[in-house]
């Protein structure tokens, strides 16, 4: 397959696979034109545990703890907790203005 056609195979309907097999082919394209290797990341929206814990360089049962007491904005679907991308960075925004307003205050 060359440039044109996968180009062409760019525009069909999708799933999760396909994007996959496009992800792949795309990469061996690029390498082989020298054009050098990109990555094709869908940011994801929705996290898990584990997946905010990496994010936010914290254990996962730290992530588990904070949601249970509602220290990190998360719900639950059924038994999993799971955590708005939006939400997390938002709330990341808030602690450090937070702790840039408690900072400049003068020490009593």
């Not at 044109?4 to 082919?25: A, M, N, R, V, Y």
Request: proline share 3%; aromatic share 12%.
């Amino acid at each position: 397959m060359d440039l044109t056609e996968f180009i062409g195979f760019l525009s069909q309907p999708e799933d999760f696979s396909c994007t996959k097999f496009k992800e792949k082919t795309l990469r061996g394209l690029f390498r082989r034109e020298g054009i050098g290797v990109i990555r094709m990341r869908r940011i994801k929206k929705i996290m898990n545990a584990t997946e905010v814990a990496e994010y936010l360089g914290l254990h996962r049962e730290t992530v588990y703890l904070y949601a249970k007491r509602g220290e990190i904005p998360a719900f639950k679907i059924g038994y999993n907790w799971r955590f708005n991308k939006k939400s997390i960075d938002k709330w990341l925004e808030e602690k450090e203005k937070h702790n840039l307003e408690n900072k400049n205050k003068p020490n009593k």
